[in-house]
Nanobody, 119 residues
């Protein structure tokens, strides 16, 4: 069992930056592919970014490529999402996810953290 706790959300002006953190409890954090998924009001959940267990491979949605950076520290059981040049359309609840290596969808979800970007 893995528990995920996000932090770092908040209110920021357009063009600003935020860094989200997600700390995992439980065993074998370094064996999970970690990711971020967001959901804006009235919209479906949207993939944002993911990182391989060792941290060598990353992926991003086109909408955030070049502005967001995902990273992880396996010694601290933590994954990060650095968000720069934020836009109002980035406003959403951001969820941290953990996926087993052979799973096709996330196995664990955090409770979510709100990110609000104002004009």
């Amino acid at each position: 069992q893995v528990q995920l706790v996000e932090s770092g959300g908040g209110l920021v002006q357009a063009g600003g930056s935020l860094r989200l953190s997600c700390e995992a409890s439980g065993r074998a954090f370094s064996t999970y592919r970690m990711g971020w998924i967001r959901q804006a009001p009235g919209k479906e959940r949207e993939f944002v970014s993911a990182i391989s267990p060792g941290g060598f491979d990353t992926g991003y949605a086109d909408s955030v490529k070049g502005r967001f950076t995902i990273s992880r520290d396996n010694a601290k059981n933590t994954v990060y999402l650095q968000m720069n040049s934020l836009k109002p359309e980035d406003t959403a609840v951001y969820y941290c996810t953990a996926t087993r290596i052979y799973s096709s969808h996330p196995d664990y979800w955090g409770q979510g953290t709100q990110v609000t970007v104002s004009l």
